[in-house]
């Protein structure tokens, strides 16, 4: 089964139910839920007319050929790992056990009761959000004789593929509190744990590795491991970006030889290390990546670069301090003296649309003192689209050239509006800021990946469907069929304390 979702028989036995060893539903009960779409392996030509199966392209000739110049079904690798169950409401609720109780006492006299202890329970909720994307074949198009087969339902296909694609990146990156449309995904599930009152907790919290910029290494997986364990789970998942991995398998180049003049060690000798599992003292962790795992516009931003949609809020506009930075004395920026230097610092707006220009706050930035933090203010620019978010950019330290020549990397994403003392928002302050202040402390460094170690059972994630994937027909309003391709769903992380994050991956 390749897991891309779920299907209606998911749904046919209603909530709480084992699919297995119940009788089946009736027709009727299914009539109002959409028949779903499935990706298959065959030529658009070999689909005899269907709209209701996907098809694949595949390379038959070298002049009559698409090449696809994007990503594969292949790519696709955490959604297909994720485990899937239906939903049944738009706001979907679970139980989470805490504590059997607190750890005192336990041993008594004869005859004696024994004191009492309750268990901990908290109800937790996430929302089902929306995904859709609508796609339109005009008439004429499916009239010529074209070198991609059947173009209505490749187009449909490539719909199913966009909405996977969506789905898996927000898996990872997904977060209500900076686009309210978005679920939240296991990072920002993982931020939400209420353990920790606030941002300085949780990042030195046991459940976060920070690698200070530091390659990926076995004691950082065992370290992991050590962690989840104590708190009663099993990692059998390791995951993050291809380029996390790549640097893994090649800190193991250095301990290998090759022996010269032993007969097949260099005639169609195969180098390099492919590495699959890690063995831990308490199992064995499968070792995956995923493309979308990349920290989004983790290769950098010029000033140059435009907006990435015309429904991009505009650039914001720095206010108040020096051009809207200030370097705030003695608060931390760095315990480890590794933020002393210069530095630039831009900042884009965000809605559910896309992000603006980078607007430079300030000038060149000097952090004189490993106690120092960097206070920035700015607001948003009038426009038809506001912002819900910032994304904060800071080049490397010490950059070489002016800003205009600089790259600029992601290390924050901060909310408009909000309350919420871990996340903090422009409004009331970041991360000890006052109103209005995102404080930098260096807690995210630039050009830097994220991963996570976790147990990828149904105890601790699942992803929820409250249908299948679906295509809807929509009103011809024109010689062109449109539709859409649709995905209700939201993911859950049940357990946050058995997944390990780790930030600030560097490189070899």
Sequence with gaps: MDNLGISLSDYQYGAGFDAHGEAP????????????????HLLGSDQSGSQTTGGSLKVESLERSLKVLTFKESAIRFWKRFPKAAAFNTVEEYNQLVSYGTERGGFNREGELAEEEDSTYQRKSELVKYLGTTRSVTH????????IGNVFQKEVNNGIMWILRKADRALFW????????????????HLNNPKYADLESYCASETVIDLRGAALREEDLENGSQTIIRNHGQADLFISAPVVLSDF?????????VNVGQSGAVDGAVMGQHIEKFRSMYGIIDLDYDIFATKPNGSGRKLADAASSPKAPAAPTTVGGSNGVNVATGDGLSKMSDGIGDYFYAVAAVNRYGESALAQVGGSVTVANATDAVDLTFAATAGPYSPTAYVVYRTEKNPSG??????????????ATGADVKRGSLANGVDGGAAG???DRNRFLPKTEEGMLLESTLDVIQFKQLAPLMKMDLAKL??????????????????????????????N
Excluded: C, H
């Excluded at 539903?25 to 298959?40: F, I, P, V």
């Excluded at 004429?140 to 070198?147: A, D, E, S, Y």
């Excluded at 398998?249 to 030889?257: E, L, T």
């Excluded at 002016?402 to 909310?415: D, G, H, L």
């Design 25 to 40: 539903a009736n027709a009727e009960q299914l009539a109002d839920l959409t028949k779903s779409l499935e990706a298959g």
């Design 140 to 147: 004429q198009m499916q009239l010529v004789k074209t070198n």
């Design 174 to 189: 997904g977060d209500a509190a900076i686009i309210a449309e978005e679920w939240n995904g296991l990072y920002a599930q």
């Design 249 to 257: 398998a090649a800190g193991f180049y250095a301990r290998k030889r």
């Design 402 to 415: 002016t800003a205009s020549e600089s790259i600029f990397y992601p290390i924050m994403t901060v909310p």
């Design 437 to 439: 202040v995102v404080r």
């Design 478 to 507: 024109s010689p062109a069929d449109r539709f859409m391709v649709l995905l209700y769903g939201t993911p859950f992380l049940f357990a946050p304390d058995k997944v390990v994050r780790y930030i600030n991956i560097g490189r």
